[in-house]
C-alpha cells in the first residue's frame, strides 16, 4: 500500500506571521500540481492536517476524486513552545538539533505521525507540513538530525507499506531554501 506525504502549497504569510494561513496563488497552482499527479489513484484516501493551507492543498484533489477529506491533528505542524512573534528563532534553533535532543512533547508529536499511517487501509495522500515530513521521513531512514530533507511546496514523498512496515519510495521534490 502507497502513502504520500504531500507538503501543502506555498502559504499566504509566514509562519511566524499568521497562526493560520491559507495559500497564496502561487500555492493554489501548486495544488493544482498536486492533483495532476494523484490523479491516477482514483481510490486514494485522503488525509489533511486541520491547518488551512493543508486542507486548501487537498482540495483540488477531493474535487477531481469526488472524494472526502478526513482532517487528522496527528499531521500537524510541529508544535511550538513560543508565541507567533518568536517562532521563526525557535524554529531556525530547532532545524539544527537532532532528534535526541528534544523533550517529550517533541517525541509524542512524531511517534503519533508515525503510528497514525499504520491506520491506513488503502493508498492514502496525507496534505501536510515541511516539520512532520522531516519527522517521518528521518525515522524511516534512522537519520538523527530533525531536517533530513527540503521538501518543497506541493512535492510528493512516497512510502509504501509492507506488510507492518514502512519503506521510503522516494523524497519529494526538494526546495532551494528553507523560507516559507
Known amino acids: 500500500m502507497d502513502i ?16 493560520d494561513p491559507g495559500l497564496s496563488p502561487q500555492g493554489r497552482q501548486q495544488a493544482l500540481k498536486v492533483r495532476d499527479e494523484l490523479e491516477a489513484y482514483p481510490d486514494l484516501h485522503l488525509v489533511s492536517s486541520p ?3 493543508a486542507q486548501e492543498t487537498a482540495q483540488p484533489v ?9 482532517t487528522d491533528p496527528r499531521f500537524c505542524e510541529i508544535p ?8 521563526r528563532t525557535w524554529l531556525n534553533e530547532f532545524m539544527r538539533q537532532e532528534w535526541s535532543e ?6 509524542r508529536w512524531r511517534n503519533q505521525a508515525w ?24 525515522r524511516l531512514t534512522e537519520a538523527p538530525e530533525t531536517v533530513c530533507c527540503i521538501p518543497d511546496n506541493g512535492s510528493i514523498t512516497h512510502v509504501r507499506m509492507e506488510g507492518r512496515s514502512l519503506k521510503l519510495v522516494s523524497v519529494g521534490r526538494q526546495a532551494r531554501t528553507l523560507v516559507n
Open 115 to 138: 503510528e497514525a499511517m499504520f491506520e491506513f487501509e488503502s493508498t492514502t495522500a496525507v496534505f501536510t507540513h515541511f516539520m512532520i515530513i522531516n519527522a517521518l521521513v528521518s
Open 62 to 70: 477531493a474535487s477531481t476524486l469526488h472524494a472526502s477529506v478526513v
Open 51 to 53: 491547518l488551512m493551507r
Open 4 to 19: 504520500f506525504l504531500i507538503r501543502h502549497g506555498e502559504a499566504a504569510a509566514s509562519w511566524d506571521e499568521h497562526p
Open 80 to 87: 511550538s513552545p513560543v508565541g507567533i512573534e518568536d517562532r
Open 102 to 107: 528534544q523533550g517529550p512533547d517533541i517525541h
